[in-house]
């Protein structure tokens, strides 16, 4: 009997669901594809019917809980918003943080994104998006710089650098920490100050020379 569209794309998402528990709770280097269609109960067949192999997974993975906050980045690094490039990336950042402190899913993909170690099979794979999330700070830190918005002493390359250690940084440690702190409140208040180092400074106005009477 011929499977429905619907059963098919079911197995496909509890394939999806077997992942991420197995990677979370395993880690990716420790997780074979036959784990993962035992976890899911499928074949092995019916797992290479949807992915090639694991790092296809872990795609299909990210693009299935991609945030609406790397969407807007892109769309703002690309000159499409009016708005001022470093407070979208505040606006995004602390949305962001309030997201992955409240939605256990957003939490998984994270500790999933920079899960594993150098030379591990699913490397290639978190590299290639760690490069995409920093090309696009760069153009966003570009556009800053163009704009006469970004501290002078401070590359765009830099920024997007900066940008990066502190996100993945902070939450790593909120994790490790047993999420001993508020990822949102405290998270928030650090990412104004970094970002507001950032920022050009205005230039003090020289003081006007008082007139005397001849």
């Not at 709770?25 to 899911?40: C, D, N, S, V, Y």
Request: with cysteine; proline share 5%.
């Amino acid at each position: 009997m011929r499977r429905s569209k619907a059963d098919a794309e079911q197995t496909r998402l509890n394939i999806l669901d077997a992942a991420e528990r197995l990677f979370c709770t395993r880690g990716i280097a420790q997780t074979t594809l036959e784990q993962i269609a035992r976890e899911a109960g499928a074949t092995r067949g019916a797992f290479y019917w949807y992915f090639k192999d694991k790092s296809d997974v872990l795609s299909a993975i990210y693009q299935r809980y991609e945030t609406p906050q790397l969407c807007r980045i892109e769309t703002a690094a690309a000159g499409e918003l009016p708005d001022d490039p470093l407070e979208v990336l505040a606006m995004t950042g602390a949305e962001y943080l309030a997201m992955v402190e409240s939605d256990p899913v957003q939490q998984r993909l994270h500790l999933i994104l920079i899960s594993g170690t150098p030379g591990d099979d699913a490397a290639a794979w978190r590299e290639s998006k760690n490069a995409e999330i920093y090309r696009l700070l760069l153009r966003l830190m570009e556009r800053a710089r163009d704009e006469g918005r970004m501290n002078a002493d401070l590359t765009p390359q830099e920024a997007a650098v900066a940008q990066m250690v502190f996100m993945n940084g902070l939450i790593g440690e909120w994790h490790r920490s047993g999420q001993a702190f508020s990822l949102h409140k405290t998270g928030t208040k650090l990412l104004n100050h970094l970002i507001g180092s950032m920022r050009r400074k205005p230039t003090p106005e020289r003081p006007t020379p008082e007139r005397t009477e001849a």
